[in-house]
C-alpha cells in the first residue's frame, strides 16, 4: 500500500506543479516579449512535458531504463489516443492552424527515427547525442517560425490565454517552486512504480508504458481539455503535438545521455507500432479533405477504443505470457 500512495500522491503533485511551471514560464516568456507563437509552440507544447523529462532523467540515473523510455513513448500514446480522444469526446476538435500542420511531418519524421534507433533494442550516447542534435534544429525551426510567419490561428489563441500574464515576481516564484516539487514529486512516483514493478513481477517497461505514463500525461489532458472547451482547437492540438515532438526527441535523448537504455526488443515491436499508427492517424487531423482537419465524437471513440485495447493487450501479455 505504500508504493500505490507514494504513486498517486507523485502524481497528484506533478500535475499540480508541472501547472505551476508552466504558467510561470508562459508569464515569464511573455513579459520578456517573446512572440506569442513561440510560446505556444515552445513554452505550452515543450512546457508540459516537463513531468516526463524529470521522470524519465531519474529514472535513467537510477538504473530503470525501461520507465525511462516507457514513460516517454506511453505518453506519446496516451496523448494521442486518450487525451485527443476524450478531448474530442467532450467538444469535437477544428484544426486551422498551417504550423501544427508543418509539424505533423516533423513528428513523423522523430517517430521514424526514434524506431530506426531501437532496432538494436538499445538507445546508446550517441543515439541520444543524436535526437539532441534533432531537437536542437527543432528549436531553431520553431523561433524561425514564430519570427518570419503571417499570423496564424494558434499565435491568436495563444495571445487571447496570454491577455492577463501573472506578475513577473509571482512568476519567477511559481516557476522556482513548481520545477523543485516537478522533481520531488518525480522521485516519489519513480520509487513506487518501480516498488510495485517488483511486488508484481512485471517489467518495469511496462509500468513505465501504463501507470507511468498516464500519471505524467495528466498535465496535456488538463490543458487539452480546457483549451477544447474554450474553443481553442489548435492550442489543444498543439499541446499533443509539442508533447510528443519533446518526449521523441529531448526527453529520450537527455535519458539516453545519462545512462544508456536498453529496454529489450519488445518495445520496437509492441509499442512502437502503436506509436507510429497513432502518429500517422494525425494525418486525418491535420490535413482535412474538405477544409480544416476535425476529430468528431465518434473518431474520438475510436481513439479511446484504440487506447482500451493496448492497455488491455500490456496487461493480458504481462499477465499470461
Do not use: C
Amino acid at each position: 500500500m505504500v508504493p500505490l500512495f507514494t504513486v498517486v500522491f507523485g502524481v497528484v503533485l506533478l500535475v499540480w506543479s508541472a501547472d505551476r511551471f508552466v504558467t510561470g514560464a508562459a508569464a515569464l516568456a511573455s513579459h520578456l516579449g517573446m512572440p506569442p507563437l513561440l510560446i505556444g509552440m515552445v513554452v505550452l507544447g515543450f512546457g508540459t512535458s516537463a513531468p516526463e523529462l524529470v521522470v524519465s532523467a531519474i529514472s535513467a540515473w537510477q538504473g530503470t531504463p525501461g520507465i525511462a523510455l516507457g514513460n516517454a513513448y506511453g505518453s506519446n500514446i496516451a496523448n494521442i489516443a486518450l487525451i485527443l480522444g476524450v478531448t474530442a469526446l467532450i467538444r469535437p476538435i477544428t484544426v486551422h492552424s498551417q504550423v501544427l500542420r508543418r509539424e505533423l511531418p516533423l513528428l513523423t519524421a522523430a517517430t521514424a527515427l526514434a524506431a530506426g534507433q531501437l532496432w538494436d533494442a538499445e538507445i546508446s550516447r550517441l543515439d541520444a547525442g543524436l535526437l539532441l542534435a534533432a531537437f536542437g534544429g527543432l528549436m531553431a525551426w520553431s523561433i524561425r517560425q514564430a519570427r518570419h510567419r503571417a499570423p496564424d490561428a494558434l499565435e491568436n489563441e495563444v495571445e487571447q490565454e496570454l491577455a492577463h500574464p501573472m506578475p513577473l515576481p509571482r512568476a519567477l516564484f511559481w516557476i522556482m517552486v513548481g520545477l523543485f516539487l516537478l522533481v520531488a514529486s518525480s522521485r516519489a512516483l519513480v520509487w513506487g512504480a518501480v516498488t510495485i514493478a517488483q511486488d508484481l513481477g512485471v517489467s518495469d517497461l511496462v509500468i513505465g508504458l501504463t501507470i507511468v505514463a498516464l500519471g505524467t500525461s495528466l498535465p496535456e489532458l488538463a490543458s487539452s481539455i480546457v483549451a477544447a472547451r474554450k474553443h481553442e482547437h489548435d492550442l489543444a492540438l498543439g499541446n499533443v503535438i509539442g508533447s510528443n515532438l519533446f518526449n521523441t526527441l529531448a526527453v529520450v535523448g537527455i535519458a539516453g545521455v545519462i545512462h544508456p537504455l536498453t529496454p529489450g526488443p519488445e518495445i520496437l515491436h509492441r509499442d512502437m507500432p502503436v506509436m507510429g499508427a497513432l502518429t500517422l492517424s494525425l494525418f486525418a487531423v491535420g490535413y482535412g479533405l474538405r477544409g480544416p482537419g476535425r476529430i468528431n465524437r465518434m473518431e474520438a471513440a475510436a481513439l479511446l477504443g484504440s487506447y482500451a485495447g493496448y492497455i488491455f493487450f500490456l496487461i493480458q501479455t504481462t499477465l499470461h505470457p
